[in-house]
């Protein structure tokens, strides 16, 4: 993205779903989107970051929905599951809801570089 196109960064808290006696691990997410119509989601290494569009987001949180290697779904009411190509399989996160969708409706209403904590 270049310093002047407009963006918007969005901190937020997710759970890596494990394969460990716990199953869940807490992780903290940062969203990106730089009005290019793909979005941007950055776990800590060695976890890495994806690239996707925005729509198949949207689609996501209201019924499964599959871009190229990247699977999203809602998972009840207020959760929805990303599950994203990693070097060892797949890395699945699960989100809750709001924190995403408030992060969508920044994508469509931010003029100038916004960034939150989520």
Do not use: N
């Amino acid at each position: 993205m270049s310093a002047d196109e407009q963006y918007v960064e969005q901190y937020a808290r997710a759970h890596l779903v494990t394969g460990t006696a716990d199953g869940h691990r807490p992780v903290p997410v940062v969203l990106r989107y730089g009005g290019d119509g793909q979005v941007r989601v950055a776990l800590p290494a060695p976890e890495g970051e994806w690239t996707f569009p925005r729509e198949l987001l949207e689609r996501g949180l209201r019924a499964p929905a599959t871009g190229g290697d990247i699977r999203i779904w809602p998972c009840g009411r207020v959760q929805a599951v990303i599950e994203f190509p990693a070097r060892e399989g797949v890395a699945v996160v699960q989100f809750d809801v709001k924190p995403l969708i408030r992060f969508l409706r920044r994508t469509y209403t931010a003029t100038t570089p916004v960034t939150t904590r989520g």
